[in-house]
């Protein structure tokens, strides 16, 4: 139980955190992407903000032999840099900077109750099942 | 230039970190959201959802505490529909190859010095970058 307990209230620290950067704004995101234009720092002091406090935390996390509420860290499994995931990423681009949303921000953004951030959640849920029938075990 | 959001971004961004080390203290698991949401959504089934289902509603939940006590949500969004809907396949298809998005490679990913996280970050925001190009300056 503590497990599923801790889990919401970190999703909602993070959740109020997109909210507060303002990384829910489709428009602060386009315009970080928008390098040729108006050109919008936020989302990099966003990432600056978030990896000063995870690039020092994550290794010293890291050294524990479990964490605190499971029995073992359920870590990324994958090495290589494959044409999987390159392949990946560069859609995953295109579909962000044509709607300036990413995941995360998506789903905290239904909290908005805004039928458009609805419409790209389902289908971005689409998306990924489609992706999902194509995986190998 | 635009203006950018120095406070709430810093602030938002230590407030990111913060949640994503927790996750990977607590819980062992990486604060990568495509990543928790895939495990919902898949041809095969996954037996831990109930913790992936407690973090999407955890998430929705955070902007809703930031709507009751601070006010309403900044969303502006320039897209249409038929654009959102082509945006949202291409995210949801892409982070499920590339095995991430933004939080799971960008925050995460490149704190575990992952070298599959930077390789996908610089390509996601390139491509990103160019997309934009691509629409505001080259179309328009």
Request: charged fraction near 0%; aromatic fraction near 24%; charge should be neutral.
């Given at each position: 139980m503590s497990h599923l307990l801790s889990s919401f209230c970190i999703a909602a620290l993070f959740g109020f955190g997109l909210s507060i950067s303002e990384m829910i704004n489709p428009a602060r995101v386009l315009g970080f992407l928008d390098v040729g234009g108006e050109w919008d720092a936020t989302l990099l002091l966003v990432m600056i903000g978030a990896l000063s406090v995870t690039v020092p935390l994550f290794p010293m996390i890291l050294r524990r032999a479990a964490p605190v509420l499971e029995d073992q860290f359920a870590l990324p499994v994958k090495s290589k840099i494959d044409a999987r995931l390159l392949l990946g990423a560069a859609i995953f681009g295109i579909g962000w900077g044509l709607?300036?949303?990413?995941p995360g921000p998506a789903l905290a953004g239904l909290a908005s109750a805004s039928p458009n951030v609805f419409l790209f959640v389902a289908a971005m849920l689409a998306g990924q099942w489609l992706a999902s029938r194509v995986e190998r075990p | 230039m635009a203006d950018p959001n120095i406070v709430g971004g810093f602030i938002g961004g230590a407030l990111i970190g913060v949640s994503a080390c927790l996750l990977l203290l607590l819980n062992g698991r990486i604060a990568g959201v495509s990543g928790i949401l895939g495990g919902l959504v898949s041809s095969r089934v996954y037996a831990d959802w109930r913790w992936r289902l407690a973090f999407i509603v955890g998430l929705v939940s955070g902007a809703g505490v930031y709507e009751f006590f601070i006010g309403p949500l900044p969303l502006e969004i320039a897209a249409n529909a038929p654009t959102l809907v082509l945006a949202g396949l291409l995210v949801g298809i892409g982070t499920r190859l590339g095995s991430g998005c933004t939080s799971g490679h960008g925050v995460c990913g490149l704190a575990r010095r992952s070298p599959r996280s930077l390789a996908a970050t610089m390509i996601f925001m390139a491509c990103g970058a160019a997309t934009v190009y691509l629409i505001r300056h080259i179309f328009i």
């Open positions: 709607g300036g949303f990413c | -």
